[in-house]
């Protein structure tokens, strides 16, 4: 469970009510901000444009994937190196064909495809092809849920705008009765309100958390294909160790080394 996302929207929505009770009205005020056409108006309207932007199936995907800023990623980078370290030592050891029985006991399905390809003596080239091939389509399907997401940050203020937009008309139209004045106004109001509320409390932190964890896994990936064709291709593993401790940050690499340390 990734606490951060939690505590940050729950902080977030603390501040707004912090901000509404704090006037002369205290908690009852937070009815004055509960507004059912302004909501329908901005959150009816942005996601029914989203869904308009979107197949029914990749709308769907695309509200399942907040669920995802809750879940902390599995993958632990400094051990991965680790482990390709290690399959570099006993490839030089047994031979790469060895790594075929190593390869049954991996979890991560593309370090396991890789390996595969690998014991089947293709070439590094076409091995590189696959895996990167493999990897873009990854990157791809994230981008659909990034999207999704960043639309729904412009499309909450623009749907704002046009509650905004509807509330005036209705208050200019009528200012003869002033009884009709307050209500038109607060629609104007609060849609904006919602709308501000939709992008920057929901739309663009899930976004920008999705973004964040799409880039941690291609560069886990990334580390996979540079390390599975160094073994490919003999490489000394200290070699190896080294190349992919660069992707790390300095404070990380001790945790990276093989306890064989590599072979000289």
Same mark, same amino acid.
């Given at each position: 469970?990734?606490?951060?996302?939690?505590?940050?929207?729950?902080?977030?929505?603390?501040?707004? /009510? @912090?901000?509404?009770?704090?006037?002369?009205?205290?908690?009852?005020? /937070?009815?004055?901000?509960?507004?059912?056409?302004?909501?329908?108006?901005?959150?009816?309207? =942005? @996601?029914?444009?989203?869904?308009?932007?979107?197949?029914?199936?990749? @709308?769907?995907?695309?509200?399942?994937?907040?669920?995802? /800023?809750?879940?902390?990623?599995?993958?632990?980078?400094?051990?991965? /190196?680790?482990?390709?370290?290690?399959?570099?030592?006993?490839?030089?050891?047994?031979?790469?064909?060895?790594?075929?029985?190593?390869?049954?006991?991996?979890?991560?399905? @593309?370090?396991?495809?890789?390996?595969?390809?690998?014991?089947?003596?293709?070439?590094?080239?076409?091995?590189?092809?696959?895996?990167?091939?493999? *990897?873009?389509?990854?990157?791809?399907?994230?981008?659909?849920?990034?999207?999704?997401?960043?639309?729904?940050?412009?499309m909450g203020p623009a749907w704002g705008m046009i509650g905004t937009l509807i509330g005036l008309i209705l208050m200019l139209q009528n200012?003869?009765?002033?009884?009709?004045?307050?209500?038109?106004?607060? =629609?104007?109001?609060?849609?904006?309100?919602?709308?501000?509320?939709?992008?920057?409390?929901?739309? =663009?932190?899930?976004? =920008?958390?999705?973004?964040?964890?799409?880039?941690?896994?291609?560069?886990?990936?990334?580390?996979?294909?540079?390390? *599975?064709l160094s073994i490919q291709a003999g490489e000394n593993p200290r070699v190896i160790e080294e190349k992919l401790k660069s992707f790390l940050?300095?404070?990380?690499?001790?945790?990276?080394?093989?306890?064989?340390?590599?072979?000289?």
């Amino acid at each position: 469970m990734d606490l951060a996302s939690i505590i940050g929207l729950v902080v977030c929505l603390g501040m707004i /009510i @912090f901000g509404i009770v704090t006037g002369d009205e205290g908690f009852g005020a /937070i009815k004055h901000f509960l507004h059912t056409q302004s909501f329908i108006i901005t959150v009816g309207g =942005t @996601f029914a444009c989203i869904l308009a932007m979107n197949p029914i199936q990749d @709308f769907i995907s695309g509200l399942k994937s907040f669920t995802l /800023i809750f879940k902390t990623p599995s993958l632990d980078t400094p051990q991965i /190196i680790k482990k390709i370290i290690d399959l570099s030592n006993i490839a030089r050891k047994e031979g790469l064909l060895s790594l075929e029985e190593a390869a049954a006991d991996l979890d991560d399905a @593309f370090l396991k495809k890789g390996i595969l390809l690998i014991v089947d003596g293709t070439d590094p080239e076409l091995v590189r092809g696959i895996l990167e091939t493999e *990897l873009a389509c990854i990157e791809d399907r994230h981008k659909k849920r990034i999207d999704f997401w960043m639309n729904i940050a412009a499309m909450g203020p623009a749907w704002g705008m046009i509650g905004t937009l509807i509330g005036l008309i209705l208050m200019l139209q009528n200012l003869s009765d002033a009884s009709t004045i307050g209500p038109n106004m607060a =629609t104007a109001l609060i849609t904006t309100l919602y709308g501000s509320m939709l992008a920057n409390w929901i739309g =663009t932190p899930v976004a =920008t958390k999705l973004k964040a964890n799409s880039e941690n896994e291609a560069m886990v990936k990334e580390i996979m294909i540079e390390g *599975l064709l160094s073994i490919q291709a003999g490489e000394n593993p200290r070699v190896i160790e080294e190349k992919l401790k660069s992707f790390l940050a300095p404070k990380d690499r001790a945790s990276a080394g093989s306890e064989e340390g590599g072979e000289q």
